[in-house]
């Protein structure tokens, strides 16, 4: 039962005192790193600062910033703002700049987030920065009068966490801010306007360009959003408004109407759009502008709707504008929030815009091909591939960018067009023969019959045509514009009847064909997308004139079955599973149409492998808001039946080291003394836990040395108790416990709470629970299995001597005083070891392997680098290191992409532990105890070396480290991979264990 707890502070804004949306200050450059991709920096500021990024920087996606996207930076990565530095960024004298950090590892030198560097003078006029090697902001300012100020966080951040940091300087003071705090001031080091130097002074983010050292260096490792200048002092409370809204939430202030839908500037919008946004804060109604032109959307008001006005006070956030929308027009639109009573304050939006789906769109994968024969490079593709034409669609009189040819004399000359789909056509625009004598030549096309086909074969004529003489000109646009009246085709072919010359040779510049959208289109999820809510709605852009939606729908593209017709574009489809792929395809259906069934494209997505109960990623320290997590897991805080306590007591609440996934687990110490149970008690709103092909509920534990009694879980009440060996809850090593959910009693439509707990009069310990999920299969058992001899290479077993004792001659040999001792091989740490020969002769090489070994280390290994194992002598091709690296399991194959492989779990001191590795045609595996620490897929097999290697230590050239202090048992060497359930064994486990998922 805990007795008591400390916490800390929350950081508490509150929001309607932000300053309000027209008291914006001077910002001078915006980088919010949500691009995505490409190799520039947007500016959002509105002054067109664009960085362009060095090195090789990663985009982080949407929701993995704090505010949108992100930008991950190391070692030689950076932004860079010039030759020459924006004048805008040599700010006089007053500043505010800001960035969201979160560093990733402390560097051996300066780390700089940014800096303006002053020049030949070398130095920065201002710079932010995490100091040199340590782990502290730091903000650095130059002045024209002589005076510096560095200025520092006096409390240490913490690696892979965010932390917003602000600076701001006066003139005369500079504070420094973390969390939207003042950490750090300092009004007497410096006065007067920043020393710019010699004016030549590079600005940089997450690097410094120092000419005293040679170039732009002292980089960061970390991951950067939202990275802001100001030309003016912000107060506390508007650094606090921007660490909290964001920068463009700020802007626009708490108030007032937010992400709007479609995204401003949107092109390509259905007619049939509705509006619909994020009101602000405090709004109660909405009035909605709306029009084709942006004058009259921005200046209206309510005392002058100036027509545009078109829904004053109206509750929903959505607006749907009457009647259908043109076609190709731009169209611009406001949303002012207006609060309740008494004061009924408006906040005036921002103008937003979108522009409406042309009328028809281009086919744009055409393949062209002739009866004739082509005169040299003026081949028939030319007519397709926009070569001759500018940006505004103005043709050349080059005749290398036209096709040109003569009939074959077998056939009349006919040039055909090839889409790849069957197209509802509307147009064909066509540039006709352009070079500069044309008017001359008239090698032009002139009378043409036009036919179509969907096949290829079964042809239908549209008519004969007239195609308009080129201009001979530079500037020439298309001057033929024929109807296709919507014909179905997938083919199209011009055969030629004249031309405008009597020189028997034909040709064309280009010909564009435009199509009505009648297919679906635009998938929502989109296709081929991941970790789809099996809950999710399917939806898609219908096709033109549809009338109705045929949804089929199945678990291979081979196998789709109609699941419903629906007026509307969208379905929620029943029986959507966990862990599964999903095809599906909408075919549009609109019978008045001379195609009645508009088949589409087959799109696929696919669903999670399971269903989160709880990760404990979201947990803070935050008790104000609620958000420690022994407020959500309820402990015996207040039940004195109840010995548990959830969380350490004092910050950070959850447990930050002992993780099975992610960032964080949950630590539950018990103590029954006096008492038989301490558990740990989540209730949430109804769940079902059978629906969506749920049958198993999963969890990772965690024990530690000494722990005893008895783990169990109940779901609803309703008692299951672990069903593995008891000692498993002292063994410090993550485990898996998977339920079969059909053994469970109780209704599980309906599922409310679930407890985890400890029970067993007397017993006390800790606990570490993470990654509770559902799963869509049932548990299965992995038994462990004895390998045998099959493909054993050799085997030491130190019975009396390191002979090996599979029979196959490979006997080790010890080196410096490595000795053999009662079935041991003992090493003392200092170069001893023991020598095994290349395994299976001088030149032999191998796909698969199996190296395993049973260790004993005399001291702790946390903080050793590498420790005892099998490793290759030196490291050459083929090369294997299985070893442990700070006393986790670590295998290196040289050879094998992506570096080496690493376990999380930290092996005792003073204790055996088994170490494994096996190597098949297509992964690599390491394991401690008989449990999967990390593993490696690969295309291709790998061609390993066996043998030739140092036991408990590594020959490196003749030198021998990385030595183990303590004792090796029975190395074993195997020419296959060995299953999971033979590396049990070997583990010394002998009873069934659980199967991870």
């Known amino acids: 039962m805990k007795t008591t707890r400390f916490s800390i502070l929350s950081l508490v804004f509150v929001l309607s005192v932000c300053i309000s949306p027209g008291a914006r200050a001077g910002v001078v450059g915006a980088w919010l790193f949500d691009e995505g991709s490409g190799n520039s920096a947007g500016d959002s500021s509105g002054n067109g600062l664009i960085g362009t990024l060095g090195g090789t920087p990663e985009w982080l996606a949407e929701g993995e910033g704090l505010f949108g996207g992100a930008l991950r930076l190391g070692e030689g990565d950076y932004v860079d703002f010039g030759p020459p530095t924006p004048p805008g960024l040599l700010v006089e004298q007053d500043i505010t700049f800001m960035a969201w950090c979160r560093p990733q590892q402390i560097l051996s030198h300066w780390q700089v987030v940014l800096s303006m560097q002053r020049g030949s003078t070398g130095g920065e006029a201002y710079a932010l920065t995490y100091g040199d090697n340590d782990d502290q902001l730091r903000i650095i300012v130059n002045t024209v009068s002589g005076g510096d100020i560095q200025i520092f966080d006096p409390t240490p951040f913490v690696l892979d966490e965010w932390i917003h940091a602000a600076a701001t300087y006066d003139g005369g003071t500079g504070i420094l801010y973390r969390n939207g705090e003042p950490v750090a001031v300092d009004s007497t080091s410096a006065s007067g306007a920043f020393d710019h130097g010699d004016g030549n002074g590079r600005f ?12 732009l260096a002292e980089y960061s490792d970390s991951t950067l959003d939202e990275v802001l200048i100001f030309d003016e002092v912000l107060n506390q409370q508007q650094i606090q408004g921007i660490m909290t809204l964001g920068f463009l939430g700020w802007q626009t202030g708490p108030g007032a109407a937010m992400n709007p839908r479609p995204e401003d500037e949107a092109t390509d919008v259905p007619r049939e759009v509705v509006l619909s946004w994020t009101p602000g804060d405090f709004a109660v109604t909405h009035d909605v502008y709306f029009g084709a032109g942006f004058d009259d959307v921005n200046a209206a008001s309510r005392t002058n709707p100036m027509g545009v006005l078109v829904s004053q006070g109206q509750a929903e956030a959505t607006y749907d504008p009457a009647g259908l929308l043109e076609f190709a027009q731009p169209y611009y639109w406001r949303i002012d929030e207006v609060n309740g009573a008494p004061d009924f304050t408006v906040y005036r939006g921002k103008v937003w815009s979108f522009t409406t789906e042309p009328q028809a769109y281009p086919v744009t994968a055409v393949v062209a091909t002739t009866s004739g024969v082509s005169d040299g490079d003026a081949v028939p593709g030319k007519t397709v591939d926009g070569s001759g034409l500018n940006a505004n669609d103005q043709h050349s009189i080059a005749a290398s960018d036209m096709w040109l040819a003569v009939p074959d004399g077998a056939e009349p000359l006919w040039i055909q067009f090839e889409f790849d789909r069957v197209y509802k056509l509307h147009e064909l625009w066509v540039w006709n023969y352009n070079v500069q004598f044309e008017l001359v030549l008239g090698f032009g ?32 646009t298309h001057n033929t514009t024929i109807d296709m009246a919507g014909v179905a085709a997938r083919y199209v072919r011009l055969n030629v009847n004249s031309g405008w010359g009597m020189m028997g040779q034909f040709g064309l510049s280009e010909v564009r064909f435009l199509y009505i959208p009648a297919q679906a289109r635009q998938p929502e999820p989109a296709d081929g997308a991941t970790n789809v809510d099996p809950d999710a709605l399917l939806s898609w852009r219908a096709g033109r004139d549809a009338a109705s939606h045929d949804v089929y729908l199945g678990a291979s593209p081979e196998a789709l079955e109609l699941v419903d017709t629906v007026d509307v574009a969208r379905l929620s489809p029943e029986g959507i599973e966990y862990g599964a792929t999903y095809y599906w395809r909408v075919d549009e259906v609109n019978g008045a149409d001379a195609v009645s069934i508009w088949e589409g494209d087959v799109w696929t997505f696919s669903t999670p492998p399971y269903a989160v109960v709880d990760d404990f990623e979201s947990y803070t320290d935050d008790i104000d808001a609620g958000k420690a997590i022994f407020q959500t897991w309820i402990d015996g805080f207040e039940d004195p039946q109840n010995g548990s306590t959830v969380g350490h007591l004092n910050t950070p609440f959850a447990e930050q080291t002992t993780v099975h996934g992610g960032r964080q687990s949950m630590p539950l110490f018990y103590d029954n003394a006096g008492l038989t149970m301490s558990e740990a008690e989540y209730t949430f709103d109804a769940q079902d836990w059978t629906a969506n092909g749920l049958k198993s509920l999963s969890l990772y534990f965690y024990g530690a040395a000494g722990n005893g009694g008895q783990l169990y879980v109940k779901i609803n009440g309703t008692k299951v108790v672990y069903d593995g060996a008891a000692a498993d809850i002292a063994e410090g090593q993550w485990q898996v416990w998977n339920i079969d959910l059909s053994a469970v009693g109780g209704n599980l439509r309906n599922v409310t709470s679930l407890a985890v707990g400890v029970e067993g009069a ?24 004895d390998p045998g001899t099959a493909g054993l290479l050799a085997e030491y077993t130190f019975e009396s001597d390191p002979a090996d004792s599979s029979g196959n001659g490979h006997d080790g040999t010890l080196l410096d005083e490595a000795y053999v001792s009662a079935g041991t091989l003992v090493l003392d740490g200092t170069d001893d070891a023991m020598a095994i020969p290349r395994l299976g002769g001088a030149n032999a090489t191998f796909n698969q392997g199996t190296y395993s070994m049973w260790m004993y280390s005399n001291v702790g290994l946390a903080s050793v680098s590498f420790a005892g194992g099998i490793n290759s002598d030196g490291w050459s091709a083929g090369g294997i290191h299985c070893k442990l690296a700070g006393g986790k399991a670590n295998a290196g194959i040289n050879g094998l992409a992506g570096g080496d492989m690493q376990g999380d779990t930290v092996a005792s001191a003073n204790a055996w532990v088994h170490l494994a590795l096996t190597v098949s045609d297509n992964e690599a595996a390491i394991y401690l105890n008989g449990k999967l620490e990390d593993s490696r897929a690969f295309a291709a097999p790998l061609t390993l070396i066996l043998g030739a290697a140092t036991v408990g230590a590594w020959n490196n050239n003749g030198s021998i480290e990385r030595e183990l202090n303590g004792q090796m048992d029975n190395v074993r060497v195997y020419d296959r991979a060995l299953s999971e359930e033979e590396i049990l064994w070997l583990a010394g486990q002998k009873d069934p264990v659980h199967k991870p998922f």
């Open 204 to 215: 940089a983010i997450n690097g410094n360009y120092n000419s005293l050292n040679g170039g």
């Open 445 to 476: 096309l002139k009378g043409v019959t036009i036919e179509y086909s969907q096949d290829g074969v079964d042809w239908t004529a549209l008519g004969d045509f007239e195609l308009a003489k080129a201009t001979a000109s530079s500037g020439y």
């Open 762 to 785: 007397g017993a006390a310990g800790v606990v570490y629970v993470d990654d509770i999920r559902l799963y869509p299969r049932t548990p299965e058992m992995l038994t462990p299995s």
